[in-house]
């Protein structure tokens, strides 16, 4: 997809085994017997999971998913064998890359699968008597989903940084980008530098001041404030992200930033982002298990399962910044190389490029979607239950108990969603770049600062611990 930089090598000859000719036939038998009764096997396994009850437990569900693994991983085997007959030692390039996709991803999940099944057995064998609260329906179907997760994210690294060691070296000519930062004038930079030098200052030390409340005060170790400490740590990081570069462009004539600073940026930048919306999104269902199902919170939100959602928010995030920046650094930018943002944002970096950004585009999209559109949908789901179980039994009472539980987290997933739906999804309403300048501010530094004040200010357990914490400085300043 790079202009003057496509491989000269169109398809790859496989030596196969180191057999006579003679012998071609017994072995094609031979595998061909051993593809079969992996297949045969594997979906008996398959049915009798399915077919009986008593089988419905972690470790056969667990051994379901391994058996369905078995049934894709062996394909080669035939693949193979149909070579033999046909005499066919070429494999296509893509068809190359695509078993090299394939086999790395399988054999991946088949390690996954076999360490989640490995726990189950220490559960069962060290913890008899907590298995079944342990071992749930949801942690079993966390630990599946992690495992595909994880194995997608494996085999495409491994993949795209094979496919780029098989094309010639990159030609593009840009070593560093230009920041033309925020659109004001000269006169103005010092009060606007000023501005977002307290912004920035107030954004790390509001948020260290939430995650040292939560640390210090017991009464705040439940999973809503679990997930609100995450939270805190990626604002602060979010921020760092992109103030601090920018406060020094504007002190200083120097604009640039080295092409591999700029890839780092938009790295951390998307990777916080999405941190963001899968930590709100894990506290909209801790709000709803609260509020729909209160008896049963205690059990449904234990502390394996809030790490799991904390984890697998981390490791997606990796995975979507991670798909991004490598198929970044496969397009060519030639001689443009001024960005009218002050941080290198992704779409500002696509414009600049002089190769096909159709994968790229198609690549955004498809993770926005995953990452974005989704995580906002469960969020909506989560407060549509949340409505109905309250006007189920309207009251005063319970009209204010869940405005003080819901009350905060709605404020700042309004913030966190209407502004990137406003620059992402309404493209015609933010057409100039002055806009998305305005739309980046909000969530970039805006939004993380004002978190700490809305949680603080509107949450009475907040403010009792920050009440304790001022009673006990000024105690021992005594």
């Keep these: 997809m790079r202009r003057g930089n496509q491989s000269s090598v169109s398809e790859f000859l496989l030596l196969g085994l180191p057999i006579q000719p003679e012998e071609q036939g017994m072995y094609c038998a031979l595998f061909l017997a051993m593809y079969l009764t992996t297949l045969l096997g594997n979906l008996l396994i398959i049915l009798l999971i399915r077919l009986d009850s008593r089988l419905h437990t972690p470790m056969y569900f667990f051994l379901s998913h391994l058996a369905l693994t078995e049934l894709s991983s062996p394909q080669s085997q035939l693949q193979r064998c149909s070579d033999m007959l046909m005499q066919i030692q070429s494999s296509s390039y893509a068809g190359c890359i695509c078993h090299a996709y394939c086999f790395s991803y399988f054999a991946d999940l088949d390690s996954f699968l076999l360490t989640s099944m490995a726990y189950d057995r220490y559960v069962a064998i060290c913890h008899p008597l907590h298995y079944t609260t342990v071992m749930s329906q949801s942690l079993c179907f966390l630990f599946i989903i992690v495992s595909w997760v994880l ?78 400490s995450h939270l805190a740590f990626t604002d602060i990081s979010f921020s760092s992200v992109t103030v601090p570069k920018m406060l020094v462009n504007m002190k200083t004539s120097h604009k ?29 269902y801790d709000r709803y298990v609260a509020i729909c199902h209160p008896l049963h919170y205690t059990a449904i939100m234990r502390e394996e399962l809030c790490t799991s959602l904390v984890a697998l928010s981390w490791v997606l995030s990796w995975a979507s910044s991670l798909s991004h920046t490598l198929l970044l650094t496969q397009l060519s930018f030639c001689a443009a190389n001024t960005i009218p943002h002050f941080f290198c944002d992704l779409a500002a970096l696509l414009k600049l490029a002089c190769s096909d950004i159709f994968l790229n585009e198609l690549v955004m999209f498809t993770v926005g979607v995953v990452v974005i559109t989704l995580p906002f949908v469960c969020i909506l789901v989560s407060y549509g239950y949340i409505g109905t179980t309250i006007l189920r039994a309207p009251s005063t009472k319970g009209l204010c108990k869940a405005l003080s539980t819901c009350g905060s987290h709605l404020s ?65 300043s005594q």
Excluded: W
């Design 412 to 476: 700042v997933v309004s913030l966190y969603y209407g502004a990137i739906f406003g620059q992402y999804l309404f493209p015609t309403f933010s057409n100039s770049v002055n806009k998305d300048i305005i739309v980046a501010i909000m969530y970039t530094v805006v939004t993380p600062m004002l978190n700490p004040f809305i949680y603080s200010l509107r949450n009475r357990d907040m403010k009792a611990a920050l009440g304790k914490l001022f009673s006990r400085a000024t105690f021992f």
């Design 256 to 284: 640039s930033i080295a092409f591999a600073g700029c890839i780092s940026q938009m790295y951390f930048f998307i990777f916080f982002t999405d941190l963001d919306s899968f930590l709100i999104t894990s506290m909209a």
């Design 151 to 228: 194995s997608f994210a494996s085999a495409l690294v491994h993949t795209l940084l094979l496919a780029r060691g098989m094309r010639r070296e990159n030609q593009s000519s840009v070593s560093e980008f230009l920041l033309l930062g925020l659109p004001i004038q000269p006169e103005e930079q010092d009060v606007i530098f000023a501005l977002f030098l307290a912004m920035y200052l107030t954004t790390v030390l509001g948020n260290l001041l939430i995650i040292l409340l939560i640390r210090l005060d017991s009464h705040l170790h439940t999973p809503m404030y679990f997930f609100l």
